[in-house]
């Protein structure tokens, strides 16, 4: 079965400073999502990738998919304290729905 | 459009009585899937349904977990007779296609 892992487990880091989290699979990655958790809140949606060297941004958080689809990477810019929280990668294994997830990283951005 | 909605958001319940969770997913939607998350493993599938069809409940712990989908816009999780280590916030998501849209979570305590 696929497994993701995630690091760092747990980030610290000032407001202003960049930050990047990493995700890597076990298995050739067919569709890779990354979601964000607030703490007691439900997972919210950021992006998802499919192809092989693809990159995505969306306001100061960029996502990428390495070339051979087996690792992926969450870089955020001039971190804000929005962008606290738990950050979470989920991968399909092509021709299933169903997602199995990584254990998530933790965010904590300092005023 | 309302979203995934779960209920109840907080369950507190002794030890061997009954807890049913509920979801209604997205109208629309026809996968609706049961998770579960705990600190020491994550993000768990638990259950998955497709058109209201049970395709992949290999997550379900055992006897004591059941789920069902009576029809395309409800769904519940049973646990029958509850122990504490059924501790957990539960989420509900439902999909069309791809890209899963997650419920605000039911967190489940079991004294």
């Known amino acids: 079965s696929q497994e993701l892992e995630q690091s760092p487990q747990s980030l610290i880091v000032q407001e202003g400073k960049n930050l990047t989290i990493n995700c890597t699979s076990s298995?050739?990655?067919?569709?890779l999502y990354w979601y964000k958790q607030k703490y007691g809140e439900g997972l919210i949606f950021l992006m998802m990738l499919q192809k092989g060297g693809e990159e995505k941004s969306h306001e100061k958080i960029t996502a990428k998919l390495d070339e051979k689809k087996q690792q992926s990477s969450l870089h955020i810019t001039a971190s804000q304290p929005s962008h606290a929280g738990i950050y979470l990668c989920g991968a399909d294994g092509g021709g299933s729905e169903k997602l199995v997830f990584g254990k998530g990283t933790k965010l904590t951005v300092n005023p | 459009d309302a979203g995934v909605i779960q209920s109840p958001r907080h369950e507190v319940t002794e030890m061997g009585q009954e807890v049913t969770l509920r979801c209604k997913p997205i109208?629309?939607?026809?996968?609706l899937f049961w998770y579960r998350q705990t600190m020491m493993r994550g993000l768990e599938l638990l259950i998955y349904?497709?058109?209201?069809?049970?395709?992949?409940d290999s997550g379900m712990p055992e006897d004591r977990f059941s789920a069902k989908m009576p029809n395309a816009s409800f769904s519940t999780l049973k646990i029958q007779p509850s122990e504490p280590r059924d501790s957990a916030v539960y989420f509900c998501?439902?999909?069309?296609?791809?890209?899963?849209?997650f419920g605000s979570g039911t967190r489940l305590t079991v004294v």
């Open positions: 998501a439902s999909s069309f296609v791809s890209g899963y849209t």
């Open positions: 109208s629309g939607h026809n996968s």
């Open positions: 349904f497709n058109n209201n069809v049970p395709i992949d």
């Open positions: 298995k050739t990655l067919y569709g």
